[in-house]
């Protein structure tokens, strides 16, 4: 028997422009909300300070405020960006979040998406990788000190110095790390190495589809380099795009409501645009059918959202949790239908929840036959001695 599929969404957040950011947020927070009844696993935020699109610069803060709201569903990161905070600073609040959760969050890091945001903090891009991998190891370091064990590092852009954590972290030992990649193999190499989980948002970037069906051998090989243990695939995540409506015309009308902001968003940003390369003179909804051509995402119905799944399963050899993309693609009440959608007809489908019930179905119809004859019998036993009992009760007495 396979193992069950989990499933959580990935909200950065993206919100166009032009709209109230505390009703923005506020939404998202409802959205978590929602996730949560309707039993998702997982529900991931970023970190972001520029562009005006990606609103919610601490996760954690954030977090913090949707597990006071849910009960079930898991928080993670997406990410905290490494290069921008002292590693001990990140390791204390992740102590307090853990705390504070009970235990429901994952730690994603990365190095920063934007480059906005590095050039408002004077960071070279380029510098930003390996100075995740150094914070990243100190963190590592800190987590995974034993007893009385102080941590010392120095690099050119933070020190530690007899560097401890004061409590320890709810979760033994800690809480789990996963690092995040897109489309360099930094972040397979550094999962491998340092024995983390893998957060792989590549999933829409050129070159990234591509790349899901090679990158678990990268984390593979760098954890047998490393000497350690062969990676389990359910530490995997991977990110896809979808969104559901009861027809597949219904869904590419839904997203003519954001798609095409979310796509010019991507150019404007400086980052890696998702495949948005659109024709002149496209009414909305022929930008939108023209996305959806390119394969890199599900718009339509829950049917094509199992195929679409399947699919990237079967490219990428097997991962733990799906993670979707969360987008302004559609209006609320048209995501949240997505949502319902995909809660009631896809995850059951991929968490083996289908199979029980259907047999239990298809057995009973077929002895129904033989169970209603006794069944029928009995009612007529049951009839007949009440009559009977009726009748001794009427008739009168002996010697009346």
Known sequence: MNKPLNFGVFITPFHPVGQSPTTALQYDMERVEALDRLGFDEAWFGEHHSGGYELIACPEVF????????????????????????????????????????????????????????????????????????????????????????????????????????????????????????????????????????????????????ALETTWDVVGDQAAKSGRDAPDRKDWRVLGIVHLADTKDQAIDDCTYGLQDFADYFGAAGFVPLNNEVEGGQTPREFVEDYASKGNCCIGTPAEAIAYIQ??????????????????????????????????????????????????????????????????????????????????????????
């Open 63 to 210: 977090i913090a405020a949707a597990a006071e709201r849910t009960k079930h569903i898991r928080f993670g990161t997406g990410v905290v960006s490494l290069p921008y905070h002292h590693p001990l600073m990140v390791a204390d609040r992740w102590v307090l979040l853990d705390h504070l959760t009970r235990g429901r969050v994952i730690f994603g890091t990365g190095p920063g998406a934007l480059p906005s945001d590095a050039y408002m903090m004077g960071i070279d891009p380029v510098n930003q990788r390996p100075m995740m991998q150094e914070s990243l190891e100190a963190i590592l370091a800190l987590f995974r000190a034993g007893p009385g064990e102080r941590i010392t590092r120095e690099t050119d852009w933070f020190t530690l110095r007899d560097a401890a954590l004061h409590i320890r972290p709810y979760t033994w030992p800690y809480p789990e790390i996963a690092c995040a990649a897109m489309i360099s193999p930094s972040g397979p190499r550094l999962a491998g190495s340092l024995g983390t989980s893998l957060l792989s948002l590549s999933m829409s970037v050129p070159g990234g589809f591509a």
């Open 311 to 400: 699919d990237l399963l079967d490219r990428s050899g097997g991962f733990g949790t799906l993670l979707l993309l969360g987008h302004d693609w559609a209006s609320p009440a048209a995501t949240y239908h997505s949502y319902e959608l995909f809660a009631r007809e896809v995850m059951p489908h991929f968490k083996g929840q289908l199979g029980a019930p259907h047999e239990s179905h298809e057995w009973a119809k077929g002895i129904r036959d033989q169970l209603f004859g006794r069944a029928g019998q009995a009612i007529v036993n049951a009839i007949t001695e009440h009559v009977e009992e009726q009748k001794a009760d009427a008739a009168p007495a002996d010697g009346a």
